[in-house]
């Protein structure tokens, strides 16, 4: 049985509040929401804070909000988020996202927040210690080689967040508060490609919330590529959002793609090859192409990483598809990505 390591409990009850003792413990502090990341990583000696800076009691976190859209707290759970039906009917590719996170369970304690800044994953990192040990460890903890590439002066672990590239299509930006003031970060400069360093997020400083515009025009879709349907992280995703202008032609596109890198990668031209068109096949066939260009999985998680490339391309077909008002549900079925019912 593997052990929790010793740390000590702070519950605040305010941002505010979890922000100064972020600043005030340093780095020997991490937040703590779910903790269904968190806490397996600290079992493996991934990650050993000496503090514990619990999100629970923060209420103001716990809620959603209407004005120019949606905010969104960052402490709900992504069950929460799930059967909020604004999410469900106006921003598709997040409840889409949101409901396809891990299992029933674990969306009933993992929180929108913990999944933005979910740990990056790797083959040779999510292992007990004594794995890890095993192979003298790796460049993000405790070692010094990257297993992956020998020569690459960086880790290369993956952005397994499902949340973080629907977000980013959509253009949604996320809260930060310390001590010092606050800032909103476009969800896409929230992330760095690197397996180590993953978010810009500094580290006193707490996501308090999603701002989502109204949807005004746009329509979304998310995908994700995974061995088991019931539950899996993903190892390729795909989240597309376009407004639609009169006649039904693309104004504006984005095409992000998840699980390819250490970050959620913005393909931009395949977003831009959408637009002034109806979606039609050659405009679709086109951006998957760009979009495939884009792709550069690694071989450090499930599938072969020349497939995962190459399911890129349909991916991102089916997912514009999907935003051209085609039914799909038999394409989400047949490749076992078939959704929950609603509630
Ligand atoms: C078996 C299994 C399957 C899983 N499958 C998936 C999957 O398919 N897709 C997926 O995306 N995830 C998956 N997860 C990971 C995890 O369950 C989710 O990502 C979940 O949403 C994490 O949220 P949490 O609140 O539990 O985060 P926590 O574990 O509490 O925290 C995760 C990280 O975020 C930081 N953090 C938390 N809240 C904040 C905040 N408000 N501000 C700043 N930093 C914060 C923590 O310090 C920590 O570094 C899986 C986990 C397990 C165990
Ligand atoms: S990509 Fe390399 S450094 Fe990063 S976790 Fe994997 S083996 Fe370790």
């Excluded at 269904?36 to 493996?44: A, H, Q, V």
């Excluded at 993992?110 to 192979?135: F, V």
């Amino acid at each position: 049985m593997m052990r929790l390591p010793r740390f000590r409990y702070l519950a605040p009850a305010t941002v505010r509040e979890a922000a100064a003792v972020l600043s005030s413990e340093g780095p020997d502090a991490m937040l703590i929401a779910g903790g269904t990341d968190l806490l397996p990583n600290m079992k493996r000696r991934q990650q050993v804070p000496k503090v514990l800076v619990g999100l629970r009691s923060v209420a103001e976190m716990r809620t959603a909000r209407n004005g120019n859209g949606l905010a969104l707290g960052a402490g709900l759970t992504l069950t929460e988020v799930v059967r909020d039906c604004r999410v469900r009917h106006e921003y598709p590719a997040l409840w889409q996202a949101a409901a396809q996170v891990a299992t029933p369970h674990l969306r009933n304690m993992g929180t929108l927040g913990g999944n933005l800044c979910l740990d990056t994953r790797c083959n040779y990192y999510d292992q007990t210690y004594e794995w890890r040990k095993s192979i003298d460890f790796c460049m993000k903890k405790d070692g010094k080689t990257c297993w992956v590439a020998l020569s690459s002066p960086k880790c290369l672990a993956v952005s397994s967040t499902d949340s973080a590239p629907a977000l980013a299509a959509l253009g949604a930006r996320v809260r930060l508060v310390s001590s010092e003031g606050e800032r909103a970060v476009p969800v896409l400069d929230l992330y760095r490609n690197d397996g180590i360093r993953y978010l810009t997020r500094r580290p006193a400083e707490v996501l308090a919330e999603v701002i989502l515009d109204a949807p005004r025009g746009w329509r979304s879709a998310y995908w994700k590529l995974r061995r088991r349907g019931s539950f899996d992280f993903p190892v390729l995703s795909v989240a597309a959002a376009a407004r639609f202008g009169s006649g039904g032609v693309v104004e504006e596109a984005r095409v992000v793609l998840g699980a390819v890198a250490s970050a959620p990668l913005l393909a931009e031209e395949a977003g831009a090859a959408l637009v002034g068109t109806r979606l039609d096949d050659a405009a679709i066939a086109a951006a998957s192409a760009r979009a495939f260009d884009v792709a550069k999985p690694m071989d450090n998680t499930d599938f072969a990483l020349h497939w995962r490339k190459r399911v890129t391309r349909e991916f991102v077909g089916y997912a514009l598809r999907e935003l051209r008002g085609d039914d799909m549900r038999a394409t989400r079925v047949r490749t076992a990505r078939q959704l929950p019912p609603e509630k």
